[in-house]
């Protein structure tokens, strides 16, 4: 079916709302040529839709970009050309591209990772090619909401609770301070049609548990629990610049650059400053080094302190692609390649970790095994054991938050090993009871999910993601010897 756009040519609530946020924060001027970001969905069709009421008044010319990455098929192709005839109707430029997501742009990086990136390089190139200077994407008063509670889960600092912010040239967000349940309450009123994405209904991605389970438990203890998170976000965000700010003044103090590619850092000057800002000079060491905008994890920065800052002269580490070593009262960064093709957080064999995105075939540096995982559907329930043999297991997926990295071993990890009743106990333990020697513990891979370890490759699966007869996804993960063996 066509799509329809019957604008009400009386602004509405939500549009007056938008209109006075975007001149509030000087999100667009006049006379902008902007970029929309369209999927189909309600929200993107509900910022087109705003947009393109606004336009006359605010002599903005509009284009559409839409990106289709193939994952559900001829739904994916149908959303594609819904597009495609909501822009013909409003007679706005539209452009389409695919963008597959194939094992190389994966690789290091969950799916959604993945797809964000290469949305949002894609996005550059839509804005470069239709000749405009700004971008607009429809994330929603709620999207900022799961953002937040999902960096809450993962332990992030100001930064990432921060969430989104509604301006980051070229990228704005019009839609930030209004709720999904006004989107769509202003789509009825405009009798607007908008595609509905049926993998957001699944429970295997973090932000969709978030969305359907966590939230709404959330919202019994407090019902405005959206705008409260949307309001300390923007609390968060502004005493994160000011860090940020901070931290930027120290950098141009204490770190200079030196010749090939390399800073140096003064030791003495770092550790005079607080905590909170030696770690960002460190990131930001790291940034400008790697040449990287996205910093390394709070642990890599942490180990970084530990192990480099506080360590003897000579001490040295790589983090993500930055070799980081201490001569007496300096701390070198200089660049490196890429290790094996994915992203560490830290080279050492003693504290190694690798994204693990689903599906895929990774590379376990410290044993030159492979490790591969994927998803299956089971169209009956499932009567097999949990174990198909120590090097390759089915779990049950609708138990495991698919957000994989594969890990070394660190001291009071726990686990419940399969076989012991759902009992919990220390990984070092279960290492002695199997008579692993010690040398060999730091180099076994360990499948982690945000709810704990799932596998310890090679020896013992959790209890907890066990398969049971009501099981209907499965994941899959397989440990190989050599590149020539596969999971059948």
């Not at 969305?211 to 609390?235: C, E, S, T, Y």
Request: overall charge positive; glycine content about 6%; aromatic content about 6%.
């Amino acid at each position: 079916m066509a799509p329809s756009i019957h604008t009400n040519p009386r602004r509405s609530l939500l549009m007056r709302r938008v209109a006075e946020t975007m001149k509030r924060q000087r999100l667009i001027e006049r006379g902008d040529r902007v970029v929309v970001a369209v999927s189909g969905g309600p929200d993107s069709v509900a910022l087109l839709s705003v947009l393109h009421g606004l336009a006359p008044s605010w002599n903005l010319s509009l284009s559409v970009a839409h990106f289709n990455y193939g994952l559900r098929g001829a739904e994916s192709d149908a959303d594609a050309a819904f597009v495609m005839q909501l822009c013909a109707r409003l007679r706005i430029p539209y452009r389409c591209e695919r963008l597959p997501l194939t094992d190389d742009l994966c690789q290091g990086r969950s799916l959604q990772e993945a797809a964000r990136e290469a949305r949002y390089a894609a996005l550059l190139r839509s804005r470069a090619s239709l000749n405009a200077n700004k971008v607009a994407v429809g994330h929603t008063r709620d999207d900022q909401a799961e953002t937040v509670v999902m960096w809450l889960l993962r332990g992030a600092g100001t930064t990432g609770l921060a969430g989104m912010p509604s301006l980051r040239l070229p990228f704005i967000r019009p839609l930030l301070a209004v709720g999904r349940i006004d989107v769509l309450s202003y789509l009825a009123e405009q009798k607007l049609e908008f595609r509905e994405d049926s993998s957001n209904g699944t429970s295997i991605y973090l932000r969709n548990r978030v969305r359907h389970h966590l939230l709404p438990v959330l919202m019994q203890f407090n019902p405005a629990i959206l705008a409260g998170l949307a309001h300390q976000a923007d609390i968060l965000r502004e005493d994160d610049a000011c860090l940020d700010s901070m931290a930027m003044e120290q950098f141009a103090r204490i770190v200079r650059k030196g010749g090939n590619e390399e800073w140096i850092l003064d030791r003495a000057g770092l550790l005079a400053l607080p905590l909170a800002l030696q770690r960002r000079v460190l990131r930001k060491a790291i940034q400008y080094t790697t040449k990287v905008n996205r910093g390394p994890s709070f642990g890599a920065v942490s180990l970084l302190l530990e192990r480099v800052v506080h360590g003897c002269s000579g001490s040295r580490a790589t983090v993500r692609n930055a070799n980081v070593s201490r001569a007496y009262e300096k701390i070198l960064f200089q660049p490196r390649d890429v290790v094996s093709g994915s992203t560490l957080d830290f080279t050492t064999e003693a504290d190694m970790s690798v994204a693990l995105p689903v599906p895929s075939t990774i590379s376990w540096p410290p044993t030159g095994q492979r490790l591969h995982v994927d998803l299956v559907h089971c169209s009956q329930p499932v009567t097999t054991c949990s174990s198909v043999s120590p090097m390759r297991v089915l779990l049950d997926a609708d138990r495991i938050t698919v957000d994989l990295h594969v890990r070394t071993w660190k001291p009071g990890d726990r686990f419940h090993p399969f076989g012991f009743g759902g009992h919990q106990k220390k990984l070092q333990d279960v290492f002695t009871d199997l008579k692993v020697p010690r040398p060999e513990r730091n180099r076994i891979p360990l499948v982690v999910a945000p709810e704990g370890i799932v596998w310890v490759a090679g020896y013992r699966l959790d209890h907890r993601f066990r398969v049971t007869a009501s099981t209907r996804h499965l994941l899959r993960l397989a440990l190989w010897e050599s590149e020539r063996q596969e999971f059948r």
